[in-house]
């Protein structure tokens, strides 16, 4: 395994963007300390923030320290593995199309950002348009999973049109909006107006309160949804946290957008009555 310990002091963003397991697997350690990076608008050698130690050839790479301000970890990646111990910036694994990225701390904004394949699991909190399509794109996250065990921004799964994304805390406002197709599972309390403008794909809500759903949503029954359960068995496989209560469980189902194509799915637990 690749090792870099960030040891830099710097307010001014250091960006890792084609820092990949590919990459590195046939390079020595001076070529890799070589390697440039950004700095704000300077590139500038990847020793003067890492102390760089391991073996870069299994295709795995550990990222140690205070690393808020480090971003693009994991970006544009297509195979092995990238540990962080420790916080993260944004756009953890952006674009990324294959292998795994396991972040033991809070990530930034944009996590999985357009991504195409791969796993993301941040085991803290993230930020805001996690799997989401960057401005002016016609579609975000396309394959893979992304799971957070905390909780996250606004706009989670904005214009999804393929995969998986899973938040075991709460999110903010506009989950699911835009959303093309695929499916986001979320186990906590949602923002406001989940879903507007969703045209295919499902959200559901397995948390204790419903969140408030718009009037462009309209109920079609009760189920209880094999694929969900299949989700639930997939999502504990990966060490994700499932709680008791969400299978088996009735689930109130709603169609919608309406304002849109509204072939959407949205799944809400019913929670037993108190007392």
């Not at 979320?186 to 406001?192: K, N, T, V």
Request: charged residues 15%; contains cysteine; proline residues 4%.
């Amino acid at each position: 395994m690749l090792t870099l310990q960030y040891n830099a002091s710097t307010l001014v963003p250091v960006e890792v963007e084609g820092l990949t397991p590919t990459l590195v697997r046939n390079m020595s350690l001076p070529d890799i300390e070589r390697f440039e990076i950004f700095n704000g608008n300077h590139k500038l050698p990847l020793a003067e923030f890492f102390t760089v130690t391991g073996d870069p050839s299994d295709a795995r790479i550990q990222f140690e320290g205070e690393l808020q301000g480090v971003h693009w970890i994991g970006a544009q990646m297509t195979e092995g593995e990238v540990q962080v111990r420790g916080n993260a910036g944004r756009h953890v694994g952006s674009e990324m199309t294959g292998g795994t990225i396991h972040v033991h701390g809070n990530a930034g904004d944009w996590v999985g950002g357009e991504m195409h394949g791969g796993l993301i699991h941040i085991h803290g909190n993230a930020g805001h348009l996690i799997g989401a399509a960057y401005r002016g794109s016609a579609k975000g996250m396309t394959d893979g999973t992304i799971l957070i065990d905390g909780s996250a921004g606004n706009e989670v799964g904005h214009t999804l049109r393929r995969g998986l994304i899973a938040i075991g805390g709460s999110c903010g406002d506009f989950v699911g909006f835009s959303m093309l197709a695929g499916t986001v599972l979320l186990f906590g309390d949602s923002g406001i107006r989940p879903a507007a403008g969703m045209r295919r794909g499902t959200v559901a809500f397995l948390g204790d309160k419903p969140p408030a759903l718009l009037g462009t949503f309209f109920r079609s029954g009760v189920s209880q949804p094999l694929f969900l359960s299949l989700y639930l068995q997939q999502l504990r496989q990966l060490g994700f946290e499932v709680p008791a209560g969400c299978w088996p469980a009735n689930y109130r189902m709603f169609r919608g957008d309406h304002v849109a194509l509204g072939r959407g799915e949205l799944l809400i637990r019913e929670t037993p009555a108190a007392g």
